[in-house]
């Protein structure tokens, strides 16, 4: 009688014991592919792009909005990035400012040209869409290790290629998002597809990049984001024509300051 008690115990924590590693490991290789990702995408220093966003309601009507957008790779911190609108006439002028960092909240600003004004975007705002897109605030941000614990999920066949399936889950407390599941191209290790997940785990947004160049002989970039919002049944579309680097940017074109002086 003690046997057959203990059997099924023995049985049990073995199961547990095998478990275990097998989690360990799937976390252990969503961080290295991860840490990969990064390092792969460093050292491209500077960038100007132009870009036509594209609006489109649940019934399927566009408006469109014309940007310029810069980049500026910061040693030990995050990104810098800058956004202009020159058209329509409603919103040109209008600017916004990112500055990512590794560990901590990063700090984000939009300048409004009607209110002649910098308003800063505070942490628990950074869930809202940017200028009525389906792009959130925190969506703009450079893409950071530190902000994220990592879970590899599986292999999967994407267009030509290979995907690693990722599971992303924010160490931030004020995203909008419980998690997002990347499908990371395993060639060149970018994404192809993001999905959003609210706070309710249910599926909010879906972010597909498409049409991929490369740069400088190491960088990819993709020519066209269409973000899609599953609860709405609006999308966001980022078109971009035009990629130039080492364009001679410095820190000076990031600052507060210069917002608006921008024209």
Not at 22 to 29: I, M, N, R, V
Not at 30 to 55: N, P, Q, Y
Not at 180 to 185: A, F, G, I
Not at 229 to 240: G, M, R, V, W
Request: net charge neutral.
């Amino acid at each position: 009688m003690r046997n057959a008690i203990i059997t099924p115990l023995v049985l049990l924590s073995l199961a547990l014991s095998l478990l275990t590693p097998l989690a360990s490991a799937d976390e252990g290789k969503g961080l290295a592919i991860a840490k990969e990702r990064k390092s792969r995408d460093a050292g491209w220093g500077d960038s100007e792009s132009l870009t036509t966003m594209v609006l489109r309601n649940a019934a399927g009507a566009e408006s469109k909005r014309e940007m310029r957008t810069a980049a500026l790779e910061m040693p030990d911190d995050g990104d810098k990035g800058l956004t202009i609108f020159d058209e329509p006439r409603d919103v040109r002028g209008t600017a916004f400012l990112n500055h990512s960092h590794p560990s901590s909240e990063d700090d984000q600003w939009l300048y409004l040209p009607a209110l002649k004004r910098v308003k800063r975007i505070a942490s628990r705002n950074k869930s809202g869409p940017f200028m009525g897109s389906e792009f959130a605030y925190e969506d703009l941000s450079s893409f950071e290790i530190a902000k994220f614990h990592f879970n590899y999920l599986r292999d999967e066949a994407c267009g030509d290629s290979t995907c690693f399936v990722i599971e992303q889950t924010p160490a931030d407390e004020y995203s909008g998002y419980s998690k997002s599941v990347v499908w990371l191209n395993q060639q060149y290790y970018q994404p192809e597809k993001i999905e959003f997940y609210d706070k309710k785990h249910s599926l909010l947004k879906t972010l597909t990049l498409q049409d991929y160049q490369l740069y400088l002989d190491k960088y990819w970039r993709p020519h066209k984001l269409n973000m899609v919002n599953h609860q709405t049944a609006k999308s966001t579309d980022l078109i971009i024509h035009k990629i130039s680097f080492n364009t001679g940017r410095t820190a000076a074109d990031f600052d507060t300051n210069a917002l608006q002086r921008i024209r």
